[in-house]
């Protein structure tokens, strides 16, 4: 199993709603992301767990709260969203031989 | 702390023509090189990737880029594009380092590719 997969595909919430995102990967990767894409822009970086720990956070708001389960499990916690929240969220995760990072579909998030 | 430049914003071209596009770094030691494609409304998607080696490097769909380490340079070439290769295109490059460790990756600003048919 090569692939990281993200739910949901597509996510619509108001400013007050509490939402969350899903990513998972079985390649034994032990480090996980989550990058934030704008249209027609490149992924920004937003966290990073390493081993189950998160060693970047890149001062993002705190209505953005990530968890890492374990080690095929990333979530990502949203609570009391902007409009301009609104993106495409972007989870990876990385071969650590190889450097490489696999990334998954992403879930596309209107903040209405 | 890294930096990727891409010249090329937005390129438009025929169906058939060549394409080369730019991508240059700044970092003071050894990195590793990698082209991402997103078509539209699609998810990143690796095209290559340079680690160590034969500097000329090939990729998925008939793509290929050159490591220029002299010119801190990784631009990616394809002799004859085709309309399906519209899409964005990133370069990104991230530190070499010992296993299992996380670095970030850092992107290019992306260069939007439209062939014409």
């Known amino acids: 199993d090569t692939e990281v997969t993200q739910t949901p595909k597509h996510l619509v919430m108001g400013m007050t709603n509490k939402k969350s995102l899903k990513c998972e990967q079985h390649m034994g990767h032990r480090a996980m992301y989550w990058y934030k894409q704008k249209a027609k822009k490149p992924p920004e970086l937003m966290f990073v767990?390493?081993?189950?720990?998160?060693?970047i956070n890149e001062s993002v708001p705190s209505r953005f709260s990530p968890e890492c389960p374990n080690s095929s499990l990333l979530n990502l916690h949203l609570h009391a969203l902007q409009p301009e929240d609104s993106a495409l969220y972007l989870c990876?995760?990385?071969?650590?031989?190889?450097?490489?990072?696999?990334f998954g579909p992403g879930t596309r998030l209107t903040v209405l | 702390a890294q930096s990727v430049s891409q010249h090329n914003h937005h390129v438009i071209l025929s169906e058939a023509a060549s394409l080369e596009l730019g991508c240059n770094y700044s970092y003071g030691g050894t990195v590793n090189l990698f082209w991402y494609v997103q078509y539209p409304g699609q998810h990143l998607q690796l095209l290559l990737k340079y680690f160590s080696g034969d500097p000329l490097v090939k990729g998925i769909k008939g793509f290929e880029a050159e490591f220029i380490k002299s010119k801190f340079s990784f631009n990616l070439r394809k002799p004859s594009v085709q309309w399906s290769d519209t899409a964005e295109y990133f370069c990104a490059v991230n530190p070499r380092i010992s296993s299992g460790s996380a670095r970030q990756l850092t992107f290019g600003s992306g260069t939007q590719l439209t062939v014409l048919p």
């Open positions: 990876a995760s990385k071969s650590g031989h190889y450097n490489e990072q696999f």
């Open positions: 767990y390493s081993y189950e720990k998160l060693s």
